[in-house]
């Protein structure tokens, strides 16, 4: 696994944690259960994805603003900035992102 200096690989709830040799199109992945941010990552970024991961829809803003993504792949149910309102301010700032909503609830 790629980790940019200073940050923990062990802590995939950052968006920071960059997975994969070969970077492909950028998927940020927006869930808060651990275990199942942990293998949706694993198994985009083992296909060629690059994968931004987080479990927060704030700190998801804060990346689509400084990066561009090409798909938005979101939890509907959060805490703080849910997956629908996180689509509508993230298609502000990037009109032509792909965006995928889903939910385990």
Do not use: W
Request: glycine fraction near 8%.
């Amino acid at each position: 696994m790629a980790v940019r200096r200073g940050y923990r690989a062990d802590r995939t709830v950052s968006a920071r944690v960059i997975i994969g040799v070969v970077q492909g199109p950028t998927i940020l992945f927006v869930e808060d259960d651990q275990p199942v941010r942990a293998v949706i990552t694993e198994a985009l970024s083992t296909r060629g994805f690059r994968v931004l991961a987080t479990d927060s829809g704030y700190e998801a803003m804060q990346l689509i603003a400084q990066e561009h993504i090409d798909v938005l792949f979101a939890d509907i149910v959060m805490r703080g900035l849910n997956g629908i309102e996180l689509a509508k301010q993230a298609r502000a700032l990037q009109p032509d992102l792909c965006i995928i909503l889903a939910t385990g609830y």
